[in-house]
Structures are given as C-alpha cells and as structure tokens.
C-alpha cells in the first residue's frame, strides 16, 4: 500500500496560492492541486487558518475569503490550538527566540510529529527541530 506523504504547510503557501503573482505561487498552487486529487495528505494548524483569514478578508469579500477557508479545512488535517500548543510555543518563545505566531505554528508542527514545515518564512530556521522546506523545491 502506498502511503501519500504528508506536508504541514505554513501560512504563506495558502497566502501565495490564493494571491497575486509571486515567485512562489504556482509552486504552492500545485501542492495544494496535487493534495486535492489524493496525491498529498496536507496539514497545518489553526493559528494559520486564522491568519488565512485575516489577510483575505483584508484584500477581498468576505464570502470569497470565507469559502477560501472552507476549502482549505476541507483539504487538510487542521491540528488544533490547545494548551499543549500554547505551553510548547512558548517555550520556542523563551528558548528558541520564535517569535510570536511562528512559535504556535511551529509548536503545532513539532507537536503533529512534524520535523519540516513548507514555507517560505526563514524565521522558522531558528526553531530546534523543526526544518522549512520551500514550496518551490516540492512541487516539480
């Protein structure tokens, strides 16, 4: 049996995939594509849907940044923000130096069993155990 990988992606892939031209927009457009037909298991945390939204609502309709979210929860494993997380991310706070959001996302990733997050955010170097990949450097 073939197992689909499984990628937990950061914010700024959803953010490229539904914006404007960027560099990283059609690398991020084919994972989530390539994830809609079963060929990747996608995850990622609730504090990057809630940022998902923010900036959609800030740039579009509220329906439209609406269903964007909705899709993106129909799409992958969103891992939830609890008191494991908070405690983890702030540890990446006091120890690491992650800095505010970043260290949630992170906690959530390194909590999910994750040891790489797809991004294009560098801040996520400095955070032990925890690799960011391009999305570039995953889609074809």
Known sequence: MNQRPNLFLDTPVFLYAL???AP??????TLLRDASVGQLRLHTG???VQEVIFHRLRSGSRNLAANQVHAIRELCVVHPMDDAVLDRG???????GARGRDAFIAATAL????DH???TDTRFVDVPGL????PR???G
Request: negative net charge; aromatic residues 4%.
């Open 19 to 21: 914006g404007k031209a």
């Open 24 to 29: 990283a927009k059609a690398a991020a457009q």
């Open 46 to 48: 609730a504090e990057c």
């Open 90 to 96: 702030l540890e990446l706070i006091e120890e690491a």
């Open 111 to 114: 909590l999910a069993g994750f």
């Open 117 to 119: 997050i797809v991004t």
């Open 131 to 134: 690799r960011p990949v391009d």
């Open 137 to 139: 450097d995953l889609a």
